[in-house]
């Protein structure tokens, strides 16, 4: 989720800020059944607004999985009321108070478990109309420029056990690495295009061609290299994994360079600047 642009003193300002920008993260990270199947708000309508036809003030929210929900409401002052309740399919067991750090937390953690959920669900029904010859092998296995991160995160997911354990595992650290460094080359032009290259083209292009493959043959065959193709794919893998560490160390070193230039702009801005009071 993308908190970065809110502060506390803003959520106490205007509280209604940071429940929009929670609503707003949940459509960006969920496909669009899930996120209004999970997801309910609530809103105060003024006097004002029902004359004025607006929909009133965002006060509360609701996330509900499938062994918990998390709500989030506000009063003003604001007062938060950051709660959990632990469920039992539709039944409500308990509900505790959090504070409103940890309730923000176990919020991101619940939209990545609805994400991933929802992947593995979209892979299994791919996999199924694979089986009956409707899609190609590997069909499901996709990134898209429209919703990058959320794709590249539930990868591993959509992959599933029809890879060595190991590739899994080296798809998840590739997904996360790219989704980290995508906002940081955001607007650099061609560093920016090649992170979305490696992540929209060659990771999902990658796991397609070993996917196209029967699986016996897969494990099994050795190619004219020496190794098998589940032991190609897994060098393959750790090539693009090293590739996409050293662009992320490659961003957040450029954000340090950005960080150090400002410091010395500070520097020369202040440099010598007194605070004077006329004492008695």
Same mark, same amino acid.
């Given at each position: 989720?993308?908190?970065? %642009?809110?502060?506390?003193?803003?959520?106490?300002?205007?509280?209604?800020?940071?429940?929009?920008?929670? =609503?707003?993260? =949940?459509? +960006?990270?969920?496909?669009?059944?899930?996120?209004?199947? $999970?997801?309910?708000?609530?809103?105060?309508?003024?006097?004002?607004?029902?004359?004025?036809?607006?929909?009133?003030?965002?006060?509360?929210?609701? @996330?509900?999985?499938?062994?918990?929900?998390?709500?989030? $409401?506000?009063?003003?002052?604001?007062?938060?009321?950051? /709660?959990? /309740?632990? %469920?039992? #399919?539709?039944?409500? @067991?308990?509900?505790?108070?959090?504070?409103?750090?940890?309730?923000?937390?176990?919020?991101?953690? !619940?939209?990545?478990?609805?994400?991933?959920?929802?992947?593995?669900?979209?892979?299994? $029904?791919?996999?199924?109309?694979?089986?009956?010859?409707?899609?190609?092998?590997?069909?499901?296995?996709?990134?898209?420029?429209?919703? !990058? &991160?959320?794709?590249?995160?539930?990868?591993?997911?959509? =992959?599933?056990?029809?890879?060595?354990?190991?590739?899994?595992?080296?798809?998840? %650290?590739?997904?996360?690495?790219?989704? /980290?460094?995508?906002?940081?080359?955001? #607007?650099?032009?061609?560093?920016?295009?090649? =992170? +979305?290259?490696? &992540?929209?083209?060659?990771?999902?292009?990658? *796991?397609?061609?070993?996917?196209?493959?029967?699986?016996?043959?897969?494990?099994?065959?050795?190619?004219?290299?020496? !190794?098998?193709?589940?032991?190609? @794919?897994?060098?393959?893998?750790?090539?693009?994994?090293?590739?996409?560490?050293?662009?992320?160390?490659?961003?957040?070193?450029?954000?340090? $360079?950005?960080?150090?230039?400002?410091?010395?702009?500070?520097?020369?801005?202040?440099?010598?600047?007194? *605070?004077?009071?006329? *004492?008695?």
């Amino acid at each position: 989720m993308e908190l970065d %642009r809110l502060t506390g003193a803003e959520w106490t300002r205007d509280p209604e800020s940071l429940l929009r920008e929670l =609503v707003d993260s =949940v459509t +960006r990270s969920l496909p669009a059944d899930v996120a209004s199947g $999970s997801l309910t708000i609530e809103r105060t309508r003024s006097l004002a607004d029902r004359l004025a036809h607006r929909p009133g003030a965002l006060t509360r929210l609701r @996330l509900t999985g499938p062994a918990e929900a998390l709500s989030l $409401s506000w009063e003003p002052g604001p007062r938060w009321a950051p /709660e959990v /309740e632990q %469920r039992y #399919g539709t039944v409500p @067991l308990s509900t505790r108070t959090l504070p409103l750090g940890q309730w923000l937390t176990a919020f991101a953690q !619940l939209v990545a478990a609805l994400a991933v959920h929802a992947a593995e669900d979209s892979a299994d $029904s791919a996999r199924a109309l694979q089986t009956l010859g409707i899609l190609p092998p590997g069909s499901e296995i996709h990134v898209d420029d429209a919703h !990058l &991160a959320q794709d590249l995160l539930t990868l591993a997911a959509r =992959v599933g056990r029809r890879v060595p354990d190991e590739a899994v595992a080296a798809v998840g %650290r590739i997904g996360a690495l790219l989704a /980290e460094t995508l906002p940081r080359v955001a #607007g650099t032009g061609e560093p920016e295009v090649i =992170v +979305r290259v490696a &992540a929209t083209v060659y990771l999902p292009d990658t *796991l397609r061609a070993y996917l196209a493959l029967p699986a016996e043959w897969a494990a099994e065959h050795v190619l004219a290299g020496g !190794l098998t193709p589940a032991q190609a @794919l897994i060098a393959q893998l750790e090539a693009l994994e090293s590739a996409a560490r050293t662009m992320r160390d490659a961003a957040i070193e450029q954000d340090a $360079s950005a960080l150090l230039i400002n410091g010395r702009f500070l520097a020369d801005r202040f440099a010598g600047s007194r *605070l004077e009071l006329d *004492l008695p």
